[in-house]
């Protein structure tokens, strides 16, 4: 069965409350029977940083806006041929995260710099993580339904 592009698959998005801050997850269901898949043995972490402005920790519109912007970016360079497979994202208190699974973190890192090298410097950090059982999407499974 073939994994559905990111920006073709449904999303659910679960909202809760950690330290009386609001958190947003958004994931996608549809890869639940895809954990594990022996192609996509690393998550990459993409983290950023920003200002909190308003009292709840979460972004800013024009903030959200950037990060939107950012993110169908990174995902027309990872997602679009499944180099990487875009799972969730997760906010809170300052950052942003986006989680893919890969395999290839060399082609990976390539495209990422290719794409945005024309950028104005983002905000972003970088984080590879060895996960081929899917844990943490497990875990966002296991917080969310």
């Avoid at 940083?49 to 806006?65: H, I, N, T, V, W």
């Avoid at 939107?68 to 997602?79: C, G, K, M, P, S």
């Avoid at 499944?82 to 890969?102: C, D, I």
Wanted: proline share 5%; glycine share 4%; charged share 30%.
């Amino acid at each position: 069965m073939q994994i559905e592009s990111a920006d073709k698959a449904a999303w659910n998005i679960a909202e809760s409350k950690r330290n009386d801050k609001p958190v947003l997850i958004r994931y996608r269901p549809d890869l639940e029977s895809h954990i594990g898949n022996v192609k996509y043995p690393k998550r990459l972490i993409i983290f950023w940083d920003y200002e909190q402005f308003e009292s709840s920790g979460l972004p800013s519109k024009a903030q959200f806006d950037d990060m939107r912007q950012f993110e169908d970016a990174i995902v027309n360079t990872l997602d679009h041929d499944r180099l990487a497979v875009f799972a969730f994202s997760y906010t809170h208190a300052g950052t942003r995260e986006w989680h893919f699974y890969t395999l290839n973190i060399q082609e990976v890192g390539g495209r990422i710099n290719s794409a945005f090298s024309s950028f104005p410097k983002l905000p972003i950090e970088l984080q590879v993580t060895d996960d081929p059982d899917w844990e943490k999407l497990k875990e966002v499974y296991r917080y969310c339904v």
